[in-house]
């Protein structure tokens, strides 16, 4: 498996991303342009174009909407567990003190980095994106949505 690092650790659902949205925004483009160039048919583009747009508002939210919700649950449950694992002791007041995203950005460090890190985002705050830049040896996440 490819080495997964802060530059890569991204990912994509091939038919969503590069099938279905492009498509969706193609139907989109199509309807405005006849919307345009077809007066006599106007009225029924317009309708199509909303259609459309309608359909990829949903596509979008909704899939990312209960997705991500999913996600964000098992990454704070998996923190709780890291916590409890590293300093046998319970992680409430410290996941009160933390963000999602610094919750987030510390799954990628090995335990040695995560408690450097934490302590940084404790004591200074340290945001998601710049604890994940901080992050020398990264531990890859190949299981997100």
């Not at 193609?26 to 342009?33: T, V």
């Not at 596509?59 to 046998?88: C, D, P, S, W």
Request: contains cysteine; proline residues 2%.
């Amino acid at each position: 498996m490819k080495t997964q690092n802060y530059q890569n650790h991204r990912k994509f659902y091939t038919p969503h991303h590069f099938i279905f949205l492009p498509l969706l925004i193609l139907l989109e483009g199509i309807g405005i342009y006849k919307i345009w160039n077809d007066t006599q048919h106007q009225l029924i583009w317009i309708l199509f174009s909303i259609v459309i747009f309608l359909i990829l508002y949903l596509a979008i939210m909704v899939r990312q909407h209960y997705a991500l919700g999913n996600q964000n649950r098992i990454i704070r449950l998996e923190f709780k567990q890291r916590y409890f694992e590293i300093f046998t002791k319970r992680s409430d007041d410290v996941c009160e003190k933390l963000n999602f995203g610094q919750i987030a950005a510390l799954r990628f460090a090995y335990d040695d980095e995560f408690k450097e890190l934490l302590d940084k985002a404790l004591n200074e705050n340290m945001s998601g994106d710049t604890i994940k830049k901080s992050i020398k040896n990264w531990k890859p996440d190949f299981h997100r949505v």
